[in-house]
């Protein structure tokens, strides 16, 4: 089972630019292959509970919700076996807690698919806290 861990949250002001990390570990025999697995990233607020900010498919195929478009960019560096999340010009709704998730596709499962919806992880990081002061 992959394991996965965020680092590079903070407190920052707003205009400012932060880089999210998330690494990942466990991949077994056959599964170390990144054709096997969508990730995304997720923001966990009170009022909005957990979204999904941005996906990355195992083509390559990003997608990012409405208010990340334009100033968040998710990427793999699979030789690294680490995604990230580069946000620019951060605004104080933009805070929360960030979790990076990895789902390894089913048979039935698109290299192409992207997926922003929480159901459709199951292995997920433990979190790192962005707060955004105006």
């Known amino acids: 089972q992959v394991q996965l861990a965020e680092s590079g949250g903070g407190s920052v002001q707003a205009g400012e630019s932060l880089r999210l990390s998330c690494t990942l570990s466990g991949f077994t025999g056959g599964d170390n292959s990144w054709n096997q697995y969508y990730l995304a990233w997720f923001r966990q607020t009170p009022a909005k509970g957990r979204e999904g900010v941005a996906c990355?498919?195992?083509?390559?195929?990003?997608k990012y919700a409405d208010s990340a478009e334009g100033r968040f960019t998710i990427s793999l560096d699979k030789a690294a076996n680490t995604l990230y999340l580069q946000i620019k010009n951060l605004k104080p709704d933009d805070a929360g807690l960030f979790y990076c998730a990895a789902q390894r596709r089913s048979l039935y499962t698109s290299f192409w698919h992207c997926s922003r919806a929480s159901s459709d992880f199951h292995n997920w990081g433990q979190g790192t806290q962005v707060t955004v002061s105006s």
């Open positions: 990355i498919a195992a083509d390559g195929t990003t």
